[in-house]
């Protein structure tokens, strides 16, 4: 499970959408947008970076990402020249700089070009009499000079065996933080070695954005476009993921977290545990109708994993719409003049949204916010949820325990009167080897898919130790 850290980078991407937001919500932010870098980072001393003015580029292109500007056609473009383009997006106008459905953008003033791929002999070399590394070295790539090994980069190749001979770990391989966090190998470097996504082969996890200490990998936000939507008193009903529980401070109940929406301006709130509730019935009819093996579909990455990595798996994907799309549909039956906002700890919900209206040929999903958002949105308004009333909760324990590892396939099997074999995907890592074990098994199999190792309360958008949020979802729900 992910080892949560609140880091710097996360304090300037939190520092950043807190200040769009309180100038939107203030009238002022048309007027302020042309000298918003200097807002955020005012004074001639840098905060982040060893130079201001790199800082402040860098932070611009952040700016242009999170507003969902075309990093490629706006990069070498002023924010003032861009003042006239803000209307655009909120009131959805065609615009040639708009983005388009790109989930995980890299920043490449940001990206710090990591070396990659390459052995170093660190201090911890004790020049020993053994000399192992060099006794495997094929290339003779390995030297001693003042008391240490050294490795001459044009003849290593990065065979590896001189760090698998040392008994001292002292030679360590270096690779991107970005590159290690992906699974998929969906990492590229550019011409001048800055990182790169492969459309082809990511799946939108958020891996690398959480990777990254540089905070160049980044994705839009739609945070402003909600606001927008309350400030002109169109309704917003807000469904939220179970991760949610102790996100904002342990000590704040889900009931608080349930009024805390309805004080930002939502016109109701609804907790997503309740379509998990729905997702688990209908999963467990396909599996008494048509007693074979099959994938949950919940999680957008998984099954975005399956569509790029494992074709020959579809056939196994569930029917059931996610918890989100099951319940946000049901809303827009019984609400079509409202509009629904998810809030998660997802990235690739954005992605599951877009599609999920294709499909239907309508808006289902009408935003998709994350838990970062609503943090600087809190921020913003001087909020404190702790102080905020209770509100009664929906949805069973097993409806909530979607949010972790285990949890959809165990509100699957507790309704299902036959026995069922799980097996569990817990992260991408995991992938080849669940197939393998799925392709093996019989009938009344199900392979639990999850993108996040954890599950959803290890996502790239949480704020707080995924270990204290998988504690206090257990004591939330009902048992029925």
């Known amino acids: ?29 048309r007027e302020k947008f042309p000298k918003i870098v200097r807002e955020i980072l005012p004074g001639d001393n840098p905060v982040y970076r060893n130079n201001i003015y790199r800082e402040r580029e860098i932070l611009k292109q952040r700016i242009k990402i999170y507003l969902d500007f ?16 803000l209307d655009s997006k909120f009131f959805y106008k065609k ?7 790109k989930y995980v953008r890299v920043i490449k003033e940001a990206c710090d070009v990591c070396p990659s791929g390459k052995y170093y002999a660190t201090d911890l070399c004790r020049n020993c009499i053994a000399h192992n590394c060099t006794n495997v070295c094929p290339r003779d790539a390995i030297v001693f000079d003042d008391g240490r090994a050294k490795i001459i980069p044009e003849k290593c190749i990065g065979c590896g065996l001189c760090a698998k001979s040392c008994d001292y770990y002292a030679i360590v391989k270096l690779e991107r933080p970005c590159e290690r966090a992906c699974t998929l190998n969906a990492i590229t470097k550019d011409e001048n070695g800055a990182a790169d996504i492969n459309k082809d082969k990511c799946v939108a996890c958020g891996a690398c954005h959480v990777a990254c200490p540089f905070g160049a990998i980044e994705s839009p936000t739609q945070i402003l476009d909600v606001v927008h939507t309350i400030k002109n008193q169109d309704e ?29 301006g939502f016109s109701d709130a609804m907790e997503v545990a309740v379509g998990a509730d729905m997702v688990a019935e209908e999963e467990v009819e396909i599996l008494r109708e048509n007693p074979g093996k099959m994938t949950t579909s919940c999680c957008p990455s998984f099954y975005s994993y399956i569509k790029k990595h494992q074709p020959e798996m579809e056939k196994y994907i569930s029917h ?16 079509p003049n409202k509009k629904i906002a998810f809030i998660g700890p997802c990235i690739a919900k954005k992605m599951e949204a877009d599609k ?7 808006k289902v999903v009408d935003y998709v916010l994350t ?11 001087e909020l404190d949820v702790a102080t905020l009333p209770e509100d009664d909760i929906l949805g069973t324990s097993f409806g909530w325990g979607f949010a972790h590892t285990g949890g959809v396939a165990n509100a699957v099997a507790e309704k299902l009167d036959q026995d069922v074999k799980v097996i569990h995907m817990n992260g991408l890592a995991e992938g080849k080897e669940s197939f393998v074990a799925f392709e093996k098994s019989g009938d009344y199999t199900l392979l639990e898919g999850m993108g996040c190792r954890g ?23 009902s048992k029925k």
């Open 70 to 85: 075309d990093y490629e056609k706006t990069r070498d473009l002023e924010l003032f020249e861009l003042v006239n383009h």
């Open 320 to 335: 059931a719409p996610s918890p989100m799309a099951k319940l946000a549909e049901h809303l827009k039956e019984k609400y």
């Open 371 to 381: 838990f970062t958002d609503v943090a600087a949105w809190i921020e913003a308004r």
């Open 1 to 29: 499970m992910r080892n949560f850290v609140f880091n710097k980078a996360m304090e300037l991407r939190r520092d950043t959408l807190k200040t769009i937001v309180s100038l939107y919500e203030k009238d002022q932010l």
């Open 95 to 101: 615009d040639e700089l708009r983005g388009k459905h």
């Open 455 to 477: 599950g959803c309360i290890a996502g790239p958008s949480i704020l707080q130790n995924p270990k204290v949020a998988r504690v206090m979802l257990m004591k939330v729900g």
């Open 356 to 362: 999920y209206n294709v499909l239907k040929e309508k």
């Open 236 to 264: 917003v009903i807000a469904i939220y993921a179970p991760a949610i529980v102790s996100q904002f401070g342990h000590t704040v109940s889900p009931g608080k977290i349930k009024s805390l929406f309805k004080k930002l």
